[in-house]
């Protein structure tokens, strides 16, 4: 099902929640779309800019350097820098998958196994002129039982606010929970 | 308990039969490796299993039953293979049976020896065997380093690599072959091998024992005496188109050598080094066939004398200026005449030894320009040291000038501590007050004035001729940047990367597939490819990098002192 909720920075953003069988969840938050208002402003500053280079130069070869830096710049940022979405699919006995998809369709993946993962928490941070709230993953140390050898922040583009959050840690709890009741076999 | 089954997805068509595979008991999955078809004898599959272990050293045993039925299920055969179950015994025993097309199968374990049957829940992870078996699993850096006490508690995805790589020799056998067992695997519809790689093993190995004999003769010619007197051995030290030759030399005994590759490592790393070559003799020879044919080498040594002549020109230029008042600066004139005559008459005696050199100087560089098909590398290594032969007299210039202004500085500092009526303790390694006599404080004190009022002169002329150096040496230091990154970029890896990405794997992808109630979980496990940052970071070849000696303070402190400077630092050179 899909519940709407805000960002840290109050943009509405959505979150997806699938249940595949009894220890497999996928959890995933929909940032919002990039606006064609900004992208218009973008696009007219960068030309009106090279209008006015090219009227003091008088050299046509600007509007076409604009022209192309636009365009390049464009697929960069849709390719690189926007994500559309972020999603985590937690398998019991098997791993914690973090997905995130570009808007121009790429997608990276980390997968962690859940032998290295210690816990799911919810952590402070300061970001920029305030204090925001975001998801991590606690990776175990691998010589010391009760160190944590890396922090992997979740949802870092989307930044989604406490009561998404919760919504999320719940969910994640009740699969690593199990892990905890059901005894190794040997 | 959740039971993890990892599934080959080259035998979801396989026929009825038994699934034979590892069992790794502490994580609670099995990872099925082939599937044995009807009629068979138990006991000849449990000798075959037992050879197979003993060569792969992966404990490979009948892990459960299989049954695809095209129409419905049969009774009798679901008795008859919770039978073999028997037979077998493993415990727990999978069972998987297919109906007709359905993508969604039915699991279940029989489990004897259980104290309380509880319901397990089964996850069903489809994986390509043979993507899987090439691929090379890169474990993030953190538990590579721990990997000493960590030997049986390997992550699980290393595990299910290593069991599937191992068992390559499983693969050998398939259905077509007239033993008693017949296999479904990712080879099973006949053993793919490709005619020109196993022409290419076939002829390596003449060829890698030639090369090791050429190698071996030319690696005797250079270590002989002869070459180790010492001006040649000095002239060999500074040329840096030695080193590079030396360099590629040891790459040609890495490549040549007879033993095979132990593990994955040195075999990208012989690979790396192979493309590595062959790339760079192939620009090589590009550049000497572009160089050679409209006599271009002609026009360029017939165009070097010109721009030595001009350099040394600009050269007194600059010194006509010096000794004139630069930038309205007032110069002491005696002092400045001296130098600068001083440096016209080297300037003089340079231009003369060039116009002695200038007809031989067409056939040095043709036979010079031949050597470039030796590489790239070896082209752009000759390139720097033609610049530093021919702004040698720059270099000269400087150490004159340092050397001068080094001593002005220490005299400077001596004295100004007997201007204040101190001194050095050697012993004592510090400032000393000091007692000094009538005259020698006289003397002192003039001598200070002199050298302090003749500081600005000298500080000038050392600046210039340091400012020349430093460029002369940052166009030689992007020259060899360069020839570094061609040395050490990891052509095969990126290659590799690019057009088989699975075989270098920075982990694994699992995608959830269409799921129906009642039946278990399915899902697709895909190879995560490695970033190119990383390939590249993975495996870089090791060079004579040059990096920097000092860090930017310590350099600055150099020049101030006028101490000379010799900014890159090869890595083998001695510190001093």
């Known amino acids: ?186 | 308990m959740v039971l993890k089954v990892f599934f080959p997805s080259c035998c979801s068509s396989a026929e009825s039969g038994i699934l034979i595979g590892r069992w790794i008991s502490e994580q609670n999955s099995a990872v099925i490796l082939a599937v044995v078809h009807f009629p068979f004898i138990p006991v000849q599959v449990k000798q075959y299993l037992s050879e197979v272990q003993r060569v792969t050293k992966v404990s490979v045993s009948v892990l459960g039953s299989w049954s695809n039925s095209k129409q419905e299920k049969e009774e009798s055969l679901s008795e008859f293979l919770e039978d073999l179950g028997t037979i077998f015994s493993h415990e727990p025993w999978i069972q998987i049976s297919k109906e007709g097309d359905s993508k969604f199968w039915s699991c279940s374990t029989l489990q004897k020896h259980s104290n309380s049957p509880k319901e397990e829940e089964i996850i069903l992870v489809y994986y390509d065997q043979r993507k899987v078996m090439l691929s090379h699993l890169h474990p993030p850096s953190d538990t590579a380093t721990s990997t000493d006490h960590q030997a049986d508690d390997a992550s699980e995805l290393s595990a299910i690599f290593d069991t599937v790589a191992k068992s390559r020799i499983l693969f050998m056998t398939d259905r077509y072959d007239d033993g008693p067992i017949k296999l479904t695997h990712w080879q099973s519809d006949g053993v793919e091998a490709s005619i020109i790689v196993e022409l290419m093993k076939q002829a390596s190995v003449p060829a890698c024992m030639l090369l090791t004999f050429l190698l071996s003769l030319i690696s005797g010619v250079c270590r002989s005496r002869v070459l180790k007197f010492w001006p040649l051995s000095f002239l060999w030290s500074k040329l840096s188109t030695c080193e590079q030759l030396g360099h590629r030399l040891q790459h040609l005994q890495v490549i040549s050598s007879n033993k095979k590759a132990e593990n994955q490592t040195q075999l990208m790393r012989k690979a790396n080094i192979f493309v590595s070559l062959l790339i760079d003799v192939a620009l090589g020879i590009l550049l000497m066939s572009w160089l050679y044919r409209k006599n271009r080498i002609g026009h360029l040594a017939d165009t070097l004398i010109p721009v030595a002549d001009h350099v040394a020109e600009e050269l007194q230029d600059l010194l006509q200026w010096l000794m004139g008042a630069p930038a309205g600066l007032k110069m002491n004139r005696a002092l400045d005449q001296v130098l600068g005559r001083f440096f016209l008459y080297h300037i003089h005696l340079w231009i003369s030894y060039i116009h002695l050199m200038s007809p031989f100087i067409e056939m040095i560089l043709w036979y010079v320009g031949l050597s470039a098909c030796l590489g790239l590398t070896v082209a752009l290594c000759i390139l720097s040291d033609i610049i530093a032969l021919l702004t040698f007299h720059i270099y000269c210039f400087y150490v004159y000038g340092a050397r001068l202004y080094c001593l002005k500085i220490y005299g400077l500092s001596s004295l100004w501590r007997l201007f204040r009526g101190k001194k050095w303790n050697v012993l004592r390694q510090r400032v000393d007050s000091c007692s000094y006599d009538l005259d020698q404080l006289f003397i002192g004190t003039l001598l200070f004035t002199i050298l302090l009022f003749l500081l600005p002169t000298t500080a000038l002329y050392y600046l210039v001729f340091t400012l020349l150096r430093l460029l002369v040496v940052i166009v030689q230091g992007l020259i060899h940047l360069l020839v570094d990154l061609i040395d050490s970029l990891p052509l095969y890896s990126i290659i590799l990367r690019l057009c088989r990405s699975y075989r270098l794997a920075a982990g694994v992808k699992f995608r959830v597939l269409e799921q129906q109630d009642g039946k278990p979980l399915r899902l697709l496990m895909q190879i995560n490819p490695l970033s190119y940052g990383s390939v590249v970071q993975t495996y870089r070849l090791p060079t004579y990098s040059c990096y920097p000696k000092d860090s930017w303070a310590s350099l600055c402190k150099k020049l101030f002192l006028g101490e000379l400077i010799y900014p890159w630092k090869h890595k083998g050179d001695k510190q001093d």
């Open chain 1, 1 to 186: 099902e899909e519940r709407r909720y805000r960002s840290a920075s109050g943009a509405p953003i959505a979150l997806r929640r699938r249940q595949h069988s009894a220890s497999c969840r996928e959890l995933a938050v929909r940032c919002p779309r990039l606006q064609l208002r900004s992208l218009s402003a973008a696009t007219s500053a960068v030309w009106l800019a090279a209008y006015g280079l090219f009227v003091l130069s008088e050299n046509s070869m600007v509007l076409s350097a604009a022209i192309f830096i636009t365009l390049i710049g464009l697929i960069i940022y849709l390719h690189f820098v926007k994500i559309d979405q972020e999603s985590l699919l937690v398998i019991g006995s098997l791993g914690i998958q973090v997905t995130s998809s570009y808007a121009s369709g790429k997608e990276s993946t980390t997968f962690i196994e859940m032998g290295r993962v210690k816990d799911v928490v919810i952590n402070e941070a300061i970001h920029m002129q305030k204090v925001i709230y975001y998801l991590c993953i606690l990776l175990q140390d691998p010589g010391d039982p009760q160190g944590v050898s890396e922090v992997v922040p979740l949802f870092q583009s989307s930044k989604p606010r406490l009561d998404c959050l919760i919504e999320v840690y719940k969910s994640c709890q009740e699969i690593l929970e199990q892990r905890k009741t059901a005894p190794q076999s040997s």
